[in-house]
């Protein structure tokens, strides 16, 4: 994915201010046949356990390009999927320009999903 991505899953710890701050994300969705059925498989509850687990995969380098602009999404995590009926999965990596990451509540991947995910 070369576009931007932003996600509304507050208690996932690669959340900052509704980007993403991985540096790659995994979304399932297998046989999906719409975003009900795909979850961002990378979502790791914070806490400093997965703090410390997780922080191979944090983008410093995004999360700092983020610091000086405050207008636009600068964090873009590579982004691998399995959800194959979906028109911007290529070869199980996401081609959208933009992909909202869906999960207010969730306190797992099974409660997120991608909700840009189009037949
Ligand atoms: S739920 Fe997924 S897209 Fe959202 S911040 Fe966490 S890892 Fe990134
Ligand atoms: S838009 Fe489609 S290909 Fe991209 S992450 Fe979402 S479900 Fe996967």
């Known amino acids: 994915m070369n576009g931007s991505?932003?996600?509304n899953a507050q208690n996932c710890l690669y959340n900052a201010n509704g980007l993403c701050g991985a540096s790659v994300i995994k979304v399932r969705g297998g046989n999906a046949e719409?975003?009900?059925f795909t979850q961002c498989d990378s979502f790791?509850?914070?806490g400093l356990k997965n703090s410390l687990a997780n922080m191979f995969n944090m983008n410093i380098q995004g999360e700092i390009k983020q610091?000086?602009?405050n207008t636009?999404?600068?964090m873009y995590?590579?982004?691998?999927?399995?959800a194959r009926n979906c028109v911007y999965n290529i070869g199980n990596v996401?081609?959208?320009?933009?992909?909202?990451i869906n999960g207010q509540t969730a306190l797992s991947s099974t409660r997120?999903?991608?909700s840009t995910f189009k037949k």
Do not use: G, H, N
Not at 77 to 82: M, V
């Open 34 to 36: 719409s975003s009900a």
């Open 94 to 100: 996401c081609s959208a320009d933009y992909i909202q």
């Open 5 to 7: 991505l932003s996600c």
């Open 112 to 114: 997120t999903e991608c």
């Open 67 to 69: 610091a000086f602009t």
């Open 44 to 46: 790791a509850e914070k």
């Open 77 to 82: 995590p590579k982004i691998e999927c399995d």
């Open 72 to 74: 636009s999404i600068e």
